[in-house]
């Protein structure tokens, strides 16, 4: 790989944090470059979404310091999330691989 390349997703990568701070998004920037860059599917996916957890709990960490979290809802909401997750996980292993021939 070459810097341009390199300096290129890192920029991308600064963008997509900037937008998902401030009005949410961020990975319809980022997941495209990171499948640009070559990545599974299943890769590029998970990156996007290592990215995307940094920011929820950093945001999640902030209002709760602030006492703005209602912990109920939380629990209501997060049940319905996790078994979600579970179940994306998991077929994830079903896309095909961006590099893979369409024949």
Same mark, same amino acid.
Do not use: E
């Given at each position: 790989? @070459? ?8 920029? %991308? &990568? =600064?963008? %997509?944090?900037?937008? @998902?701070?401030?009005? &949410?998004?961020?990975? =319809?920037i980022l997941l495209p470059a990171v ?10 996916? %998970?990156?996007?979404?290592?990215? &995307? ?11 709760? +310091?602030?006492? +703005? ?12 999330? %996790? ?6 996980? +998991? ?8 590099? +893979?021939?369409?024949?």
């Amino acid at each position: 790989m @070459d810097w341009t390349f390199l300096i290129g997703i890192f920029a %991308a &990568g =600064l963008l %997509a944090g900037f937008v @998902d701070a401030i009005a &949410g998004g961020g990975g =319809l920037i980022l997941l495209p470059a990171v499948l640009l860059s070559g990545l599974p599917v299943g890769a590029a996916v %998970a990156t996007n979404k290592l990215c &995307g957890t940094f920011g929820a709990l950093t945001s999640s960490l902030r209002f709760a +310091q602030a006492k +703005q979290v209602n912990l109920t809802a939380c629990l209501w909401m997060g049940i319905p999330a %996790a078994i979600g997750a579970l179940l994306g996980s +998991q077929s994830i292993g079903f896309c095909r691989n961006s590099g +893979q021939n369409r024949s």
